[in-house]
């Protein structure tokens, strides 16, 4: 059973702060993707990994880094966080494959005051 | 224009009945067609995904596309209160070497027992 867990159900932080949020999956993926879901927009692609070490952007990667040092864990970054920076943020995993299912972690909501 | 619409609902349904969930996209480049299921407080889950234009059925649900007028369509025959989740369409283009997901915004569907 694909088990993709993040660290944080929640999480409060205040602006300015140097935010980590982690991402560790148990089935052995390739690839590896953050996500930030708001109303009205949908999941949009942050950064993705397709193997350790190696990342890219995905379409809002502005505010963001990611770091990829072992193969179940991705890390996303928010240097400096920022009140629009508050949202609902899900990682994924995925084989390698072109029509490859993603597996997606419970979740992550951030509220940046 | 986004690249991928979809309504956002609430779509109120009594149990039993038959659920119509669409998307529209503007991408001919989109190539696999996927629908994700997401209950409250969870990360999206694989539904159904298909390829080429026409249906796929699973069950209770029918995936169908027209590529020619570029529409995604959901069908749930005999709705149960446990389908009420947001349902999330999420066309598929392949780049080089890897594939993009465009989600997208989701139909949140109640079904009322």
């Known amino acids: 059973d694909v088990k993709v867990t993040q660290s944080s159900r929640y999480l409060v932080k205040r602006t300015g702060e140097k935010v980590f949020l982690e991402c560790v999956q148990d089935m052995d993926h390739e690839n590896m993707f953050w996500y930030r879901q708001d109303p009205g927009l949908g999941l949009r692609l942050i950064y993705f990994s397709y193997d350790v070490k190696m990342k890219e952007k995905g379409d809002i990667p502005e505010g963001y880094s990611v770091s990829r040092e072992k193969k179940e864990r991705f890390s996303l970054i928010l240097e400096s966080a920022s009140t629009n920076q508050t949202s609902m943020y899900l990682c994924?995993?995925?084989?390698?494959?072109?029509?490859?299912?993603?597996?997606f972690g419970p979740g992550t909501r951030l509220t940046v005051l | 224009q986004k690249e991928v619409e979809q309504d956002p609902g609430p779509l109120s349904v009594p149990e039993g009945a038959i659920v119509s969930l669409n998307c529209t996209y503007s991408?001919?480049?989109?190539?696999?067609f996927m629908w994700y299921r997401q209950y409250s407080r969870k990360g999206p889950e694989l539904l159904m995904y298909t390829y080429s234009s026409g249906n796929k059925e699973d069950g209770r649900f029918t995936a169908q596309v027209d590529k020619s007028s570029k529409y995604i369509s959901l069908f749930i025959r005999d709705s149960q209160p446990s389908d009420s989740a947001t349902y999330l369409c999420?066309?598929?283009?392949?780049?080089?070497?890897?594939?993009?997901?465009?989600f997208g915004s989701g139909t949140r569907l109640l079904v009322r027992p």
């Open positions: 994924a995993s995925s084989l390698t494959g072109t029509n490859s299912e993603q597996f």
């Open positions: 991408n001919s480049a989109f190539q696999y």
């Open positions: 999420a066309p598929c283009m392949v780049m080089d070497s890897s594939y993009k997901l465009i």
